[in-house]
């Protein structure tokens, strides 16, 4: 009997949605259709939106962050520090039986959301924007740089 290679997760598109008075937000029936009811929240590195991942692409992104600069050193204190932040800045959230997962208080003032969202997927995880400042950053995207 032969296994199958799990075929990698893509979500695409954008969705507009609110976040209700207590944080918590709608997830399009086309993510919830792929992805696991178990999800990992966090800022991303700049503060600018949410990046929200499996727990496995959670475990990958920061892995890949480090082997960018050599792989994790657990003897860096600056490694050790940047880990640490990063699990730190992390909340693992559930899917809800409406479908809708809870944004917390802290990260939704730390990339300046406030009630209208863009949640744009961005192929193994998906971003959540506030929806001006979306409109903004996505507005001053040039595509044609990449295809000439």
């Known amino acids: 009997m032969s296994e199958e290679t799990p075929k990698a997760k893509t979500l695409k598109g954008t969705h507009r949605f609110k976040v209700d008075a207590k944080g918590r937000m709608s997830l399009p029936a086309s993510f919830r259709k792929v992805l696991s009811s178990d999800l990992v929240v966090t800022p991303n590195p700049h503060d600018e939106c949410i990046y929200v991942f499996e727990p496995e692409s959670f475990d990958q992104w920061i892995e ?84 000439g």
Do not use: C
């Open 64 to 147: 890949d962050a480090f082997n960018r600069v050599g792989g994790y050193n657990p003897l860096d204190n600056g490694h050790v520090a940047q880990r640490r932040k990063l699990f730190a800045r992390a909340v693992d959230v559930t899917t809800d039986s409406a479908g809708r997962i809870m944004l917390s208080a802290d990260q939704r003032k730390t990339v300046g959301i406030d009630k209208d969202v863009v949640l744009v997927g961005n192929s193994g995880y998906f971003e959540v924007w506030d929806a001006k400042r979306y409109d903004q950053v996505d507005a001053d995207v040039d595509l044609s740089q990449l295809f």
